[in-house]
């Protein structure tokens, strides 16, 4: 589905980052990662611009873009929690923690809340299974999870939210 924001990215936000890797071989996956850290996400006109600069085809950018799941093609919010589903955090209750922020949030996996604030995204592994169950939300690592855990953790962040605000 495209970007309803499409063709109105800054592409001069690239500029920096697109002479950096002229002229390099193989430097698509890093032009790739320096354009979602700009833009958040990966919009097309921001493919179709990079396979223009580095001289690719934009089916090369594209495949390449969906081949990793690192990469976003939609905004995500705020924060964007990172749950683990790998096996040590499935045996000890990533189904329950998924159930908790779902229900929580009002989002499913891949999904954003209405204020923009919260992404869930389920991956595969986080690493930290001897803290399982695990999510990230930003920098920060949560491990050893219960549902009344992440309610807290959930009702701290939309509290921060509106002290900020």
């Known amino acids: ?23 390099i071989p193989g430097s698509l996956i890093a032009v790739l ?13 921001v493919l179709r611009y990079i396979a223009e600069a580095l001289a690719l085809p ?10 990793y799941t ?11 929690i ?3 589903r790998g096996t040590a955090c499935h045996v000890n209750g990533a189904a329950s923690i998924a159930q908790t922020i779902q229900e929580a949030l ?22 930290c299974c001897s803290l399982s169950p695990v999510m990230m939300i930003g920098s ?6 219960t549902p009344q855990k992440v309610q807290k953790i959930l009702a701290d962040l939309q509290n921060q939210e509106l002290v900020e605000r």
């Open 1 to 23: 589905m495209p970007c309803p924001c499409e063709n109105q990215s800054d592409l001069t936000k690239l500029t920096e980052a697109l002479a950096h890797y002229a002229g």
């Open 33 to 45: 990662q320096q354009a979602q850290e700009l833009y958040g996400f990966l919009p097309s006109d």
């Open 58 to 67: 934009p089916a090369q950018v594209f495949g390449v873009a969906t081949f």
């Open 70 to 80: 690192q990469f976003r093609f939609a905004p995500v919010g705020k924060h964007l």
């Open 82 to 84: 990172l749950l683990c």
């Open 106 to 127: 009002g989002i499913a996996d891949g999904e954003t809340t209405a204020d923009n604030l919260f992404t869930l995204k389920n991956v595969a592994c986080l690493g």
């Open 140 to 145: 920060e690592t949560y491990g050893s999870l």
